[in-house]
Each structure stands twice: as C-alpha cells, then as structure tokens.
C-alpha cells in the first residue's frame, strides 16, 4: 500500500493527503480544491508551483512545461508531481477564477452534428434542476468505464448552465471518441463532471488575440461568443490555425461573425504556423491579453516567442490540447 505524505498549499491555507502514487494535482482535486491546471500531461505549464520543502520525484521524468532555470528557481509542475515527503507547496491563486461548485450530472446527447469529418458536434443537456454554471474557456470530463475520462472544453458562452456544446476529435482507437463517431446517438446518456480548468476569459477593455490551433477553437468559439456579446468598443483579433481547409470547420460563424462586428478581426491559417502569423501581424504584443488553446507544440511556441515580443504573463492564458492516454 502506497504510504500517504501530507501536502501543505499556500496562500490556500489547506493541508491535504497525497498517496505516494498519486500526483499532487489529482490529489487536491479530490479533495475539492480547485487548482489552476490545464493539459495535466506536463507540457503547458500551466499547474506550475513553488516548491518550499519537502522530497518530490516526477511521473516520467523532467516535464517539457518547465525550462531548466525555472526547475533551479524550485518551481514544479503540480500535475505530474509525486510526493516523496510532507511537502509546503505555493500553489498560484487567481481571484478572477470560477468558485463554482464541480459536480457530476447525467448529460444527455440533445444533438450530434458532423462539423469536419474528424469533428463532432456533441451537444449535451444537463437536468434543468442540477444545472452547471461554467465560464467561457472551461471544460468538463465525460466519465467512462473503468475510471477513465476525457475532457472536452465547453464551446458555447455561458447560458442557463444546462446546455454545453463540446467539438470532439476522432482519434483512431479512442476509447470516447470512436463511440462518438460510431454507436452514440441522440438521446445517449452520459455522466460528466465539471465545471473545471482556469483557462477563462476576462472581461477587460484592452484588446485581445484569440489562437485557436485545431479542435482548440472550442474554448475560444465561447470566449468570443462572450466578448462579442458585451457592451464594449474593446478591438479583437481571431487566428485559426488548421492542417487544411476542412479543419476550420466553422467557417460559415467566422464569416457571419467578421460581417457583424467591425471591432473582430479574423485569420485564419492552413497548414503554417498560426503563432508565427500572430508575430508578423503584431510585432508589439505589449498591448494585448492573448488567450492560446491547441496542440502543445503551438502552446510551448507560443509561450517561448510571445514574451519576446512584449506579451505580459499575466495576460498570457495558454489551454494546452494533449490526446488523453489510457493506462
């Protein structure tokens, strides 16, 4: 049986127990505390903390989220982070992130639309009565067999809580997604769980870039459903990045979304690099809150170039899209 080390969080103020198998984030999930997290595979960085005592070892190794001087600055990525002793842990503290309470429902599928032949539309409806509120930019986790999940971000802006429309990906042998694309009907009944993530947008009146790589316009199709729909003069810029034109697959919203709003700009990249398109139109980056979601490789570019070009880290929001892996 694995031996149990108690994990102190600041500025939480929360002492939690950690099995020695089990990584400190999945651990303080379980305990209701709501960590700042995305990817939970190690690249985004994301879930990053200070270390200020105590004994750690990693899943796999040194994570590809956390640069060398960052590691000797006694920083760890919470995610992939194994408890080796009682640990005093500085976890970051955003106040602008969502309080709600995470809860499972049943979900049924109210709509299953084709958006690109390796993307499905699932719309999901939760009982009116035990409805989820969510903010734009954060995801649930549909909950398999055998403790298995898969997290899929919320596309729509924040409704009544009842209603979450998810882009899902077909990946070939994907326990979830090959469901998706094959016996799951309308009227299927799921169970989720949610809401989670602190990749969220915030309401403020400085212009933003929105970066969508692949599937990952699904967290940034509700932020800027959201900003869109505000009373405000505040200039935004979208750039989606696909292998190829059927991989922006709403193409048909972009145009109707650039014909309505003069203060949106939209671009969208096939088969390039869609941060480097951001860098040559934008130089200066100073000025921008920038929100990022996609594969780790545009993520990890994104976060080594964009401070470069002035980009402020507090206004940095990076959702890193890994495929889930079954163990």
């Not at 400190?24 to 960590?35: D, F, I, N």
């Not at 429309?165 to 997604?177: C, I, K, M, T």
């Not at 193409?251 to 309505?260: I, V, Y």
């Amino acid at each position: 049986m694995a031996a149990n080390h108690t994990v102190r969080i600041i500025p939480h103020e929360r002492s939690i127990s950690v099995p020695e198998d089990l990584p400190v984030l999945a651990a303080a999930q379980l305990a209701g505390l709501p960590l700042p997290h995305s990817c939970r595979s190690g690249r985004c960085g994301s879930c990053r903390a200070r270390l200020l005592s105590g004994r750690v070892e990693y899943l796999a190794g040194p994570p590809l989220g956390l640069s060398a001087q960052e590691t000797e600055q006694g920083y760890v990525l919470l995610c992939q982070l194994l408890a080796r002793s009682d640990l005093v842990v500085e976890a970051r503290h955003i106040a602008s992130a969502a309080t709600a309470e995470i809860k499972t429902l049943p979900g049924r599928i109210a709509r299953r639309v084709p958006l690109a032949p390796d993307v499905m539309q699932l719309v999901l409806r939760v009982p009116a009565v035990e409805s989820m509120e969510f903010l734009a930019g954060q995801y649930l986790d549909v909950l398999l067999e055998g403790g298995l999940r898969r997290s899929y971000s919320v596309a729509n802006a924040p409704l009544t809580g009842s209603q979450f429309e998810l882009h899902v990906r077909h990946v070939a042998g994907g326990v979830f997604s090959e469901a998706v694309f094959g016996s799951l009907r309308e009227g299927a009944l799921l169970k989720v769980e949610g809401p989670l993530g602190r990749f969220i947008y915030q309401s403020a009146p400085e212009p933003a870039i929105f970066i969508a790589g692949g599937t990952g316009f699904a967290p940034i199709k509700a932020m800027l459903s959201q900003a869109l729909a505000e009373d405000s003069g505040r200039a935004l810029h979208l750039y989606w990045g696909a292998r190829d034109l059927a991989g922006i697959y709403e193409a048909a919203l972009l145009r109707d979304w650039a014909s309505r709003y003069a203060r949106l700009g939209v671009h969208t990249v096939i088969g390039g690099r869609v941060h480097e398109a951001v860098l040559e139109d934008h130089p200066e980056l100073g000025p921008f809150a920038i929100y990022a979601a996609g594969p780790p490789a545009m993520i990890a570019a994104i976060a080594r170039d964009f401070p470069g070009r002035g980009a402020q880290a507090s206004r940095l929001y990076l959702d890193s899209f890994d495929y889930a892996t079954t163990p």
